[in-house]
């Protein structure tokens, strides 16, 4: 505490680095994994955890949004939709005894009592039966880097985040592929038995409402099969390609006050292909779900009754962030400044800075790099509520366009 009395006793560790482009930036992100399960500043015990170094986000806060908006939605419908999403805290790392910045501690995503609780076909003393008795949790994501993993006649590559076997991928791939044949033929109504629409419905309000590009390619976007149904979630990295900051924003093929489904242009294969498609834009089946009547009335229906909490959390709880954070902020980006200047090669070498964010500062920076954390955070409000604006238009109007 402030007079620094311990808490709590420390706790063994392991670390690593983790994610994929995030290790070549300068500020590094970890995975942790405790000795025992572990309850860290008020979150479930278990025993692993991520550091997300949060380094191209000038705001340090997109991902704790996008976990607080998913809280909202979680609030205003208990019984259904988006089982589970992570939860995190800001905190200071210090590694090594040296003073290391701003981080957001936070829960990752695995198979547990205490996270996404699904039937582990590993749990601990149970007989493996059959493939359909359990359930898998599956990545949306073109690296295609996983031991086991499919792909769909849409390229949509789905990996295991889990050890699995034979059995497991042949149920899942085979499921899998069912139901995409069943969408994109447009025989809905097959479909329902097989997948659970209000998950499917509040994942994508919300990649739609924080304009998440990495679900053009797809990036980090995770579903999970579970008692012979499909689920979309938990939703996962918000910190870059997400609430552009420039009012005339139109690339990607979406805009404000449209859906990011505008322009997608989903490949197809005959056959089932063998290598991933890095321009898919298939945007896990929503160009086609949302072709769908009864689809598109059920976003409408909750997007009415979950719009409210979702504009307070802009109005009262992302200042709220923000005044936890400032003085660390401060400190953090004297230790890792994301401007161009200060980092002559972040352009060019990480893809920081380029036209995505949309609005050109006068100091020559692009997007909220050049501006103050102050100003960065007042246009991130502004951004959402634009957002939320130009989703009452086409969502609650059933129009997706």
Known sequence: DKNGAILSEPLFSGTRLRGNVTQQMPKKAFAVKLDKKSGVLDMAPHKRWVLLANWKDRTLMRNAVAFGIAKKFKEVFPNDGLAWNPTGQHVELVYNGVHVGNYYLCEQIKIDGNRLDINDPYEEGDAFTAPEDYGYLLECDDAYDEDYKFLTKKYIPFLFKDDANADMLNYASNFVRGLEEKITAGKYS????????????????????????????????????????????????????????????????????????????????????????????????????????????????????????????????????????????????????????????????????????????????????????????????????????????????????
């Open 190 to 401: 097959e479909t329902y038995d097989m997948i659970d629409y209000t998950s499917m419905v509040d994942f994508l309000l919300i990649q739609d409402l924080m304009m998440n590009s990495e679900m053009k390619h797809p990036k980090s976007c995770y579903s999970y099969i579970n008692n012979g149904k499909f689920y979309a979630g938990p939703i996962w990295d918000f910190d870059w390609n997400t609430l552009p900051v420039s009012t005339s924003y139109s690339e990607e093929g979406y805009s404000y006050s449209t859906s990011m489904l505008t322009k997608a242009s989903v490949k197809s294969s005959s056959s089932y292909p063998t290598s991933a498609n890095t321009s898919d834009a298939n945007y896990l089946w929503y160009t086609f779900l949302t072709k769908d009547s009864e689809f598109t009335a059920l976003a409408a229906e909750r997007w009415a009754k979950v719009s409210g909490a979702i504009q307070s959390f802009v109005t009262s709880e992302i200042p709220a962030i923000k005044a936890k954070i400032s003085k660390s902020e401060a400190e953090n980006n004297a230790m890792w400044p994301v401007d161009s200047k200060s980092n002559p090669k972040r352009s060019s070498n990480f893809g920081i800075g380029s036209t995505f964010l949309g609005q050109t500062f006068s100091c020559g920076y692009c997007g909220d790099e050049g501006s103050t954390f102050d100003n960065a955070i007042s246009t991130l409000q502004s951004t959402l509520n634009t957002r939320i604006s130009g989703m009452n238009k086409y969502v609650n109007n059933k129009t997706w366009k």
